[in-house]
C-alpha cells in the first residue's frame, strides 16, 4: 500500500505549506508525517483518548443543560444568540454528540457486519456504549471508513477528524480547550500583531487570512532577536 500524508492535525503546517508553494510558488522545508497506513501513531492515539474522554465531557454538558447555558466568555468571536430556554444550548450540543457517536458505531456495524446495535434508552448509557464500541473497532474505523462529508466545508471528515470534531466542540464548551499562545510581536511579512501557537503545533503562524506565513521555533526565534537589536540600536540612537 502506497504510504500518504496523514489526514490529522500533525500536517496541518505542512499542507498549509504546500498550500502556499501550490498558491504562490514559495518553497518551504517542513516535513510531511505519512499515515501507518493512514493514520500516523500520534493522531490514532489522539482519537484513542479523545474517545475515551467523550463520556465523561457530554455529562459535563449535560449537566449545563440542568443548572443553564454555559456563561459567555469576553470577547464577540465564537459567541451566539442568547438561548430561548436555560440549557438549550447544552441540549443541542449534546445531542449533536450523541447522535454523531450513534450514527459512526452503525456505520461500523453495517461496515463489520455485526449486529445492529441494542435499544439502550438512555442517553448516558448509549455514549459509554458507544464509545467502548468505538474504542474497540476504532484501527479499523481509521484504516477502512471512508468518512463523511462536513457541511460547512463540503471535505470528507474521517473517523478521527469527526472524534476531534465532538472532542473540541465539549472541550470549548466546559471551558477545558487548548488555548492559542499569542506571540506578541510582529509578524515579519505583514508586521501584525497576529501570530499564534496552537497548542501541540511544532510551528507558529500568522492568522491574518491576507499573511498565513509560517515560522518556525528557530525562525521565531532569530525574528524576535532581529527586533530586540533593532530596538536595541533606537534607544541608543
Not at 463523511?148 to 477528524?161: I, K, L, N, W, Y
Request: with cysteine; proline share 7%; aromatic share 4%.
Amino acid at each position: 500500500m502506497t504510504a500518504k500524508p496523514c489526514p490529522g492535525p500533525c500536517n496541518n503546517a505542512w499542507r498549509r505549506a504546500e498550500q502556499q508553494l501550490a498558491n504562490e510558488g514559495s518553497p518551504h522545508d517542513i516535513p510531511v508525517t505519512w499515515g501507518k497506513p493512514t493514520h500516523c501513531i500520534r493522531c490514532t492515539d489522539g482519537a484513542h483518548t479523545q474517545i475515551a474522554e467523550l463520556p465523561e465531557l457530554v455529562a459535563a454538558i449535560s449537566l449545563e443543560a440542568v443548572n443553564g447555558t454555559a456563561p459567555k466568555t469576553t470577547g464577540t468571536i465564537g459567541r451566539t444568540a442568547n438561548p430561548t430556554w436555560p440549557g438549550q444550548a447544552a441540549r443541542i450540543l449534546t445531542e449533536h454528540i450523541v447522535e454523531g457517536l450513534l450514527g459512526l458505531e452503525d456505520v461500523i456495524r453495517v461496515g463489520r457486519s455485526l449486529p445492529a446495535r441494542d435499544a439502550r434508552g438512555r442517553e448516558g448509557a448509549d455514549v459509554t456504549a458507544s464509545a467502548t464500541f468505538l474504542r474497540a473497532h476504532l484501527h479499523w474505523a481509521l484504516e477502512r471508513y471512508p468518512g463523511e462529508a462536513d457541511p460547512a466545508s463540503g471535505e470528507t471528515m474521517d473517523p478521527a477528524a469527526l472524534i476531534r470534531h465532538w472532542h473540541r466542540g465539549a472541550e470549548r464548551f466546559t471551558r477545558r480547550d487548548a488555548r492559542l499562545e499569542h506571540h506578541r510581536v510582529p509578524c515579519p511579512r505583514c508586521e501584525l500583531l497576529t501570530l499564534f501557537r496552537e497548542d501541540g503545533d511544532d510551528y507558529i503562524s500568522c492568522r491574518n487570512i491576507a499573511c498565513e506565513l509560517l515560522l518556525t521555533p528557530a525562525e521565531f526565534k532569530e525574528h524576535t532577536e532581529k527586533l530586540a537589536r533593532r530596538h536595541d540600536l533606537a534607544k541608543a540612537a
